[in-house]
């Protein structure tokens, strides 16, 4: 048994992998959430804000595609298709290493930068909702597994 119940009902996490899939269903059912407030406020995915947050924190605003795939969390094709979305709305560019001329680089604008600097702010309050209100959002999730869940987790990480 992964989980078991405690006298007031509330499951206790006793395993790590309850407290993964605890952990990792509560990040789904946030960034789904995240990601449905980004594109109705600003017309932007959640992996393209979080693009444009680590270009935003790259030294010259730019990063290698490969290095900006791994960063979000893309395959190499995923990353195309999210720097072409970007492209259009003029948010980065492409560059070519000037060293070798093979390698790509994604290059933060300063529209970019301005909507980084946009969303930023309401983003960090949306995810503090989100958390704050995990109880009533995601009741299925149980709030004080949660809590436990990312201890367990956390206890792990070194």
């Known amino acids: 048994m992964y989980m078991e119940h405690s006298g007031e009902g ?3 996490v006793n395993s790590v992998s309850a407290a993964w899939s605890q952990v990792t269903a ?3 059912a946030m960034d ?3 990601s449905k407030w ?3 406020t600003y017309g932007v995915g959640l992996a393209d804000y979080r693009a444009l947050l680590h270009l935003s924190r ?5 990063l290698r595609l490969n290095d900006l795939a791994r960063k979000v969390g893309l395959n190499q094709s995923s990353v195309t298709r ?3 979305r970007l492209e259009r709305k003029e948010l980065i560019f492409r560059d070519t290493c000037p060293d070798d001329g093979r390698g ?5 604008t300063d529209q970019g930068m301005g909507a980084v600097d ?8 949306k995810v503090r909702e989100l958390l704050q209100n995990a109880t009533e959002d995601y009741p299925e999730l149980g709030h004080g597994d949660l809590g436990r869940a990312f201890e367990v987790i956390g206890s792990l990480i070194r």
Do not use: K, Q
């Not at 790509?104 to 933060?108: D, L, P, R, W």
């Open 32 to 34: 789904a959430a995240l």
């Open 118 to 125: 946009a969303i930023r702010d309401p983003y960090e309050g």
């Open 10 to 12: 509330a499951s206790v």
């Open 58 to 62: 790259a030294s010259d605003r730019e």
């Open 104 to 108: 790509v680089y994604a290059v933060m």
């Open 82 to 84: 999210l720097v072409e």
């Open 26 to 28: 509560t990040v789904t």
């Open 38 to 40: 980004l594109m109705e």
